[in-house]
């Protein structure tokens, strides 16, 4: 009997592992899955005509300096030209105690009309026993607040835009006849800075979220039409590149005001789901579901070259160090290396199981295998594969911060951090469910990741202390992330 048990056991751990590998297979390959596609339990996104989408986000003013108030929401309408509408939220309760969110995403709506004029909740603040998340208060406050906004802002049919709650806690429990002086509202109107602003993709949405890098705050959104994932950006001109996947389209941004500059048609391509520019941002190459690498002039549009590589590849990345471009096909169990003048294969590196992300560090490749839970070190000298590494379940993504190198661990909700040129692991953070893409705010010296799905958000992680210090929650899957700092 004990053998018979130990033995469903190591199945039972068999399957599992196998059933792993499987779904990280499936992510990485872009030939049966797109990147934005994959573990989508929110279901299709349709848009309502002649109406615009509005994001509400209640920001927490000094969250933790009054500790156990809770700010419970009865109902929320928005008041658009003269009629008020409903507005569903997903969040009916809020505790400032949680120091790591500093803004908590409240829902989502298509508004049709002219005008929001104001926003009017009905809300009772809490001050909770020491130590209880949820309990009957010792001290409440009801309030029917009914706020007229100074800047109402124009609901253009297809436009994403976000209104903001600003809550004081502090001032929440005060039996005032100025109820609205703990409760404020304003649109996002633009961004008021130009630096230290990440951008995130929200494929499902087709939304563009901008976050203040320094306040852990979304202050900002635009419509990118087409399902925008990977985001590229030129720091000096202050422009960002999305890459439409539906519409074969690179699209331009100025990140000064959020408006479009241009667009870019792919030519020929078939559902493009990966991109990178080169290191002086001249030059975009695109990977489509068919394995069809073209690279495309960003100044002209032109399309300069095209290739087909192995076996419908599925990510892409550029080796800025080298000046070499790197593809990754799980399908072959192959990494391609390429001239990215003529986009000829230059070299190849076979590997036992499917490569997903890759990153350039030095004279080094790194290469992520899902299905193997490793990540294998090539050395672009010898051309020698140095060592491979366990980190967690399902290496997806890298990014290196000055002598530290982040992988994301799509299967346990991880991230692996490994010494750069010592060829281990030195710490696992845990992170939230399905980890997929990262960028660094160098300045900030901090790590944004974006995790989950239809309650996606961006994980925030000290690169000096290598621990989650806060969270942006999006209510949507997010994508590719940028910074401009």
Same mark, same amino acid.
């Given at each position: 009997?004990?053998?018979?048990?130990?033995?469903?056991?190591?199945?039972?751990?068999?399957?599992?592992?196998?059933?792993?590998?499987?779904?990280?297979?499936?992510?990485?390959?872009?030939?049966?899955?797109?990147?934005?596609?994959?573990?989508?339990?929110?279901?299709?996104?349709?848009?309502?005509?002649?109406?615009?989408?509005?994001?509400?986000?209640?920001?927490?003013?000094?969250?933790?300096?009054?500790?156990?108030?809770?700010?419970?929401?009865?109902?929320?309408?928005?008041? =658009?030209?003269?009629?008020?509408?409903?507005?569903?939220?997903?969040?009916?309760?809020?505790?400032?105690?949680?120091?790591?969110?500093?803004?908590?995403?409240?829902?989502?709506?298509?508004?049709?009309?002219?005008?929001?004029?104001?926003?009017?909740?009905?809300?009772?603040?809490?001050?909770?026993?020491?130590?209880?998340?949820?309990?009957?208060?010792?001290?409440?406050?009801?309030?029917?607040?009914?706020?007229?906004?100074?800047?109402?802002?124009?609901?253009?049919?297809?436009?994403?835009?976000?209104?903001?709650?600003?809550?004081?806690?502090?001032?929440?429990?005060?039996?005032?006849?100025?109820?609205?002086?703990?409760?404020?509202?304003?649109?996002?109107?633009?961004?008021?800075?130009?630096?230290?602003?990440?951008? =995130?993709?929200?494929?499902?949405?087709?939304?563009?979220?901008?976050?203040?890098?320094?306040?852990?705050?979304?202050?900002?959104?635009?419509?990118?039409?087409?399902?925008?994932?990977?985001?590229?950006?030129?720091?000096?001109?202050?422009?960002?590149?999305?890459?439409?996947?539906?519409?074969n389209k690179i699209k331009t941004y100025d990140t000064s005001t959020n408006f479009p500059i241009s667009e870019i048609n792919i030519a020929l391509a078939n559902a493009p789901n990966s991109m990178v520019i080169n290191n002086t941002s001249q030059v975009a190459y695109v990977l489509d579901a068919l394995g069809v690498l073209t690279s495309v002039d960003l100044a002209t549009g032109n399309m300069l070259n095209r290739n087909r590589i192995g076996n419908r590849p599925n990510y892409i990345c550029y080796i800025s160090g080298l000046g070499k471009l790197a593809v990754s096909s799980s399908i072959d169990q192959t990494v391609y290396l390429l001239n990215p003048n003529t986009l000829t294969v230059e070299d190849s590196i076979a590997l036992g199981s499917a490569p997903l992300g890759l990153m350039g560090w030095g004279n080094?490749?790194?290469?992520?295998?899902?299905?193997?839970?490793?990540?294998?070190?090539?050395?672009?000298?010898?051309?020698?594969?140095?060592?491979?590494?366990?980190?967690?379940?399902?290496?997806?993504?890298?990014?290196?911060?000055?002598?530290?190198?982040?992988?994301?661990?799509?299967?346990?909700?991880?991230?692996?951090?490994?010494?750069?040129?010592?060829?281990?692991?030195?710490?696992?953070?845990?992170?939230?469910?399905?980890?997929?893409?990262?960028?660094?705010?160098?300045?900030?010296?901090?790590?944004?990741?974006?995790?989950?799905?239809?309650?996606?958000?961006?994980?925030?992680?000290?690169?000096?202390?290598?621990?989650?210090?806060?969270? =942006?929650?999006?209510?949507?899957?997010?994508?590719?992330?940028?910074?401009?700092?």
């Open positions: 009997m004990i053998i018979k048990i130990a033995y469903l056991h190591v199945t039972f751990r068999f399957l599992k592992i196998n059933c792993l590998a499987l779904i990280l297979f499936l992510v990485g390959c872009g030939s049966l899955q797109k990147f934005t596609d994959v573990d989508n339990p929110c279901g299709s996104y349709s848009a309502v005509l002649g109406a615009s989408n509005v994001s509400l986000f209640l920001n927490i003013h000094n969250p933790g300096a009054t500790p156990n108030v809770s700010l419970k929401f009865s109902s929320i309408e928005v008041l =658009v030209d003269e009629m008020w509408i409903p507005f569903s939220t997903v969040v009916s309760e809020v505790n400032n105690s949680d120091t790591k969110h500093t803004q908590r995403f409240l829902g989502r709506e298509w508004l049709k009309g002219q005008l929001c004029r104001g926003i009017r909740v009905k809300v009772a603040a809490l001050k909770l026993p020491s130590g209880l998340a949820s309990a009957s208060s010792s001290t409440s406050v009801s309030n029917d607040l009914e706020i007229m906004l100074q800047n109402p802002f124009v609901l253009e049919p297809g436009s994403r835009k976000t209104l903001f709650l600003e809550w004081d806690p502090a001032k929440s429990l005060l039996k005032s006849d100025l109820k609205e002086t703990f409760l404020s509202a304003y649109p996002g109107l633009g961004n008021r800075i130009s630096a230290n602003l990440v951008y =995130v993709a929200c494929p499902d949405i087709d939304t563009v979220y901008v976050v203040r890098a320094d306040k852990f705050q979304v202050v900002d959104a635009f419509v990118v039409n087409g399902k925008p994932s990977y985001l590229a950006v030129d720091s000096l001109k202050k422009t960002i590149f999305v890459l439409s996947e539906s519409l080094y490749l790194y290469i992520a295998e899902g299905a193997a839970n490793s990540v294998s070190i090539y050395d672009l000298s010898s051309r020698k594969i140095l060592k491979s590494i366990h980190v967690g379940f399902g290496p997806y993504r890298f990014v290196a911060s000055n002598n530290t190198i982040y992988v994301t661990n799509f299967g346990d909700g991880s991230i692996s951090i490994m010494p750069g040129g010592q060829f281990s692991v030195s710490k696992e953070i845990a992170i939230g469910k399905s980890p997929r893409e990262m960028v660094v705010a160098e300045k900030q010296r901090l790590l944004f990741v974006g995790e989950g799905d239809c309650d996606g958000s961006l994980a925030i992680v000290d690169t000096t202390a290598n621990q989650v210090v806060g969270r =942006v929650e999006l209510g949507a899957k997010p994508a590719g992330i940028a910074v401009i700092e």
